[in-house]
């Protein structure tokens, strides 16, 4: 079995930080494409990060300067550093794997961390 373990979430005030981990197991993951999505209530999931396997890294425009993505290939993981939380930031924050195989990509999801920013 494949799968994706996130952890780091919690109660933030604004303008602190957070750093959230996603640990794989079940197959390597130092060949994928690994990303960060958040998602609110009554919204559609959000892709706010990604990192491919050469380490080329992209941001959605709302944390663009504030959240930082980076992987550890030798222990199957990504991280997203959450730096100048907002309210707007409060969400459930998902990681997502697309791995390459013999028969196309496999895309993992994990089952998501929440993360609340509030005085």
């Known amino acids: 079995q494949v799968h994706l373990v996130e952890s780091g979430g919690g109660l933030v005030q604004p303008g602190g930080s957070l750093r959230l981990a996603c640990e794989g197991s079940?197959?390597?993951?130092?060949?994928?494409?690994m990303r960060w999505y958040r998602q609110t209530p009554g919204k559609e999931r959000e892709l706010i990060a990604q990192i491919s396997s050469a380490g080329i890294k992209n941001y959605a425009y709302s944390v663009k300067g504030r959240f930082t993505i980076s992987r550890d290939n030798a222990k199957d993981s990504v991280y997203l550093q959450m730096d100048s939380l907002e309210p707007e930031d409060t969400a459930v924050y998902y990681c997502y794997a697309r791995v390459p195989g013999t028969r196309g990509y496999l895309e993992v999801w994990g089952q998501g961390t929440m993360v609340t920013v509030s005085s």
């Open positions: 079940g197959t390597f993951f130092g060949n994928s494409d």
